[in-house]
């Protein structure tokens, strides 16, 4: 289905900027913005629920080059804790 939008050129500016940061295009982020209202108005409220959105937006187990969560978490705390300070 195709719909077209008459948006005033501020709404149309701030929603491009929005889209870049993510690196969508702005119709995709529109299309982003419409389907994740759901969980805006209703969003999980037990871990269960939460797990549930996680996997069917498809982050669990998007990460397939870490097998180790619990090593890759301590190595993340480990170089934020050992950065060098300018």
């Known amino acids: 289905m195709t719909i077209t939008l008459e948006l005033s050129q501020e709404l149309e500016q701030e929603l491009s900027v929005e889209a870049e940061k993510i ?8 299309l982003h913005l419409i389907t994740v209202r759901e969980v ?3 969003p999980p409220k037990t871990g269960a629920q939460l797990v549930n959105y996680w996997q069917k937006e498809g982050l669990i187990n998007s990460r397939p080059d870490i097998n180790d969560s619990q090593e890759y978490a301590r ?6 804790e050992h950065r060098q300070h300018l």
Not at 23 to 30: D, K, Q, R, T, V
Not at 75 to 80: H, K, L, P, V, W
């Open 40 to 42: 805006l108005n209703n």
């Open 23 to 30: 690196n969508l295009s702005l119709s995709e982020y529109i």
């Open 75 to 80: 190595q993340i705390r480990y170089s934020a």
